[in-house]
């Protein structure tokens, strides 16, 4: 059996050439984070790297390391105009006159980093937009809407390197095959079921939710005496990426809330780099992303570290919840 390639994948459908090859780029990139994380143990960098990003979280030494990679070898693809990525306070502006079609690549290089001691799977995040126009190298220029996004996706270290991508038709997860180096096709179209009875949540914030997340939570473990009249199961990663692969591998919800604990900062997750492409995968796969008040991807951006309340997957049960917080 022939198998298709990441590459072949994408001419198949009709990706330009310029976001074929940063595509290829990303993936390469990934490839190489893949590889520090399974020789983390050896090399002595599972732990923290002593330093706080912009966001004030503790650096692991894998965090500065993922990052330094993903400059280094998508920063030097000619098209790329900037990068912005969670462990970089400044916009890395890699051209000073940004044109019309310049990509800007958004990332978080290594998503639910905690887990990496305990050997749990991690991944990194990215987003692509292209600029519409010529513009000034600062910060202003990068705060683009989801709805912009013309590519995004993931890669998961787990038990096998996975990529998950979209360009706009569609979502095809890959798996790195060690033999031949090449990421290939092993789960064409995929689509989030609209219904589940599974949801993600860090249920150790209960006290700190606002009431339509509470009662939402209240009334699914209430089982099928209660008002959801179905039993639901519970999972929670702490790694966003293991958690949307799931979801988009057999459906579910995943929700990281507002909460009076993370309100001053607008909630935990990151916008232009964990929510958007996470929700823009989800949409393209059938399902739904939403802030609980609105559509993820129609966020207006105000600043490149901006955090938003996140919760995606089964468009049914989405839909559910924003009952709950209309009500
Ligand atoms: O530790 P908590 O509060 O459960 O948060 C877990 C969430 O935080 C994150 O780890 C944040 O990502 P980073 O590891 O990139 O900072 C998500 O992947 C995950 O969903
Ligand atoms: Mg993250
Ligand atoms: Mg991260």
């Known amino acids: 059996m022939t198998q298709t390639t990441l590459r072949a994948q994408l001419q198949g459908q009709k990706t330009d050439t310029d976001l074929l090859m940063l595509m290829e780029d990303i993936a390469t990139a990934c490839q190489m984070i893949a590889d520090?994380?399974?020789h983390g143990a050896f090399a002595g960098v599972l732990g923290t790297a002593n330093t706080e990003n912009i966001q004030g979280e503790t650096q692991k030494e894998l965090d500065v390391i993922s990052d330094e990679i993903f400059q280094q070898i998508v920063g030097a693809n000619p098209t790329v105009a900037a990068l912005v990525s969670e462990e970089v306070d400044e916009v890395n502006w890699r051209k000073q006159s940004p044109q019309a079609g310049d990509f800007v690549v958004y990332y978080d290089p290594l998503d639910g980093s905690s887990n990496l001691d305990v050997n749990l799977s991690v991944g990194t995040i990215f987003s692509i937009v292209r600029l519409d126009?010529?513009?000034?190298p600062d910060a202003a220029a990068?705060?683009?809407k989801g709805t912009q996004q013309i590519a995004a996706g993931y890669a998961i270290y787990g038990?096998?390197?996975g990529l998950v991508i979209t360009v706009g038709q569609g979502v095809d997860g890959f798996t790195h095959h060690p033999g031949s180096g090449e990421f290939l096709l092993t789960q064409p179209a995929m689509n989030i079921?609209?219904?589940t009875?599974?949801?993600a949540i860090n249920t150790s914030r209960y006290d700190l939710w606002e009431a339509p997340v509470r009662k939402y939570i209240d009334d699914c473990l209430r089982g099928a005496s209660g008002p959801r009249a179905k039993k639901?199961?519970?999972r929670w990663c702490a790694s966003m990426v293991a958690d949307v692969h799931r979801i988009l591998i057999r459906g579910g919800v995943f929700l990281y809330p507002k909460d009076s604990g993370n309100a001053a900062q607008g909630g935990k997750l990151r916008l232009m780099?964990?929510?958007n492409p996470m929700g823009m995968l989800v949409e393209q796969a059938g399902g739904a992303s939403s802030t609980g008040r609105g559509r993820i991807m129609e966020v207006d951006p105000t600043g490149h570290h901006q955090r938003v309340p996140v919760i995606l997957g089964s468009r049914d049960e989405v839909a559910v919840i924003e009952e709950y917080y209309r009500d």
């Open 142 to 144: 990068v705060q683009i």
């Open 197 to 199: 009875q599974e949801f």
């Open 36 to 38: 520090r994380v399974r």
């Open 133 to 136: 126009a010529a513009t000034a």
């Open 159 to 161: 038990p096998s390197t």
């Open 232 to 234: 639901f199961n519970m």
């Open 193 to 195: 079921p609209p219904q």
């Open 273 to 275: 780099y964990e929510a």
